[in-house]
């Protein structure tokens, strides 16, 4: 019985790998790899065209069809900054792909809590579980993103990487995975660890992973979008300027609790709201 409920997932990460694959490559250049090489390589693809495409269009719509509209025109980034950040972000998109990899392999394999279908729990369990999965996620991140400015050798050599973005016209939806690769890797990391305590609907945490790519790019545009209590741009800006506030990931809830909250209408680092 539970051999045959593994093989739930395993047809549901190939159905996602032919999805992927099956359209953009030959099938004799994917088809003949083992099953994790593929989910790597569907990781890769996908989340290479999902940050691509975010960015190009975001970046697009607030810097030139709405140009000085939500930011003044010195604080738009060059296009010089963005293809740098683009080239930190997909010298390291490689090596982010593993971890979604590895996850959907330990899922595959019955190590973690996860389950195929949202009817084996029920829809209000899954909400429950759901709610737990993004608490735990949001404490998590908090935790690894303030370890790593406090860890002095953590920020040297790993976070600094993409604090070198710390002025408005140096952010742009691109900086949001210009990152090295272990820190994307960390901050990251809680998605899986929760997987081993919280029963959680694999497609949702697969979902979310990649939702990752278009959040960070939200966060690193400078609009303040005043969605309290999101932990949006307007918060994640002074962040980069001050070094020491909003180590948040969604929300500003475990700034808020633990006193490193820095509210953007009192600091003024951020551009228009929207």
């Known amino acids: 019985m539970e051999e045959n409920y593994l093989q739930l997932f395993v047809d549901e990460t190939s159905l996602y790998n032919r999805i992927v694959l099956g359209n953009l490559l030959p099938s004799s250049w994917w088809d003949p790899l083992p099953h994790f090489v593929q989910t790597w390589l569907r990781n890769y693809i996908a989340g290479s065209i999902l940050y691509l495409m975010s960015g190009f269009l975001w970046c697009s719509y607030i810097y030139y069809l709405k140009r000085n509209v939500y930011l003044p025109k010195d604080a738009i980034p060059s296009r010089r900054a963005m293809l740098l950040q683009i080239y930190?972000?997909?010298?390291?998109?490689?090596?982010?792909?593993?971890?979604?990899?590895?996850?959907?392999?330990?899922?595959?394999?019955?190590?973690t809590k996860c389950f195929s279908r949202i009817i084996d729990v029920g829809w209000l369990a899954y909400v429950v579980y759901l709610i737990i999965y993004l608490v735990f996620v949001e404490f998590g991140i908090y935790w690894m993103h303030r370890e790593l400015h406090d860890i002095k050798p953590l920020y040297?050599?790993?976070h600094a990487t993409h604090h070198i973005y710390n002025k408005q016209n140096t952010l742009s939806p691109f900086a949001g995975l210009a990152f090295h690769p272990l820190d994307g890797i960390l901050q990251a990391v809680p998605h899986v660890i929760a997987l081993f305590l919280v029963p959680t609907h694999f497609m949702t945490h697969i979902g979310l992973l990649f939702l990752e790519a278009i959040w960070t790019a939200n966060i690193h545009d400078c609009i303040n979008g005043k969605l309290w209590p999101i932990m949006g741009a307007g918060y994640h800006t002074i962040h980069h300027t001050t070094?020491?506030?909003?180590?948040?990931?969604?929300?500003?809830?475990?700034?808020?609790?633990?006193?490193?909250?820095?509210?953007?209408?009192?600091?003024?680092?951020?551009?228009?709201?929207?």
């Open 88 to 111: 930190v972000a997909m010298k390291a998109m490689p090596w982010y792909c593993a971890l979604p990899t590895v996850s959907e392999y330990m899922v595959e394999n019955g190590w």
């Open 156 to 158: 040297k050599y790993l």
């Open 243 to 274: 070094y020491r506030h909003n180590y948040g990931h969604y929300t500003i809830w475990m700034d808020w609790m633990l006193g490193t909250l820095r509210d953007p209408m009192d600091d003024g680092a951020c551009g228009k709201e929207m």
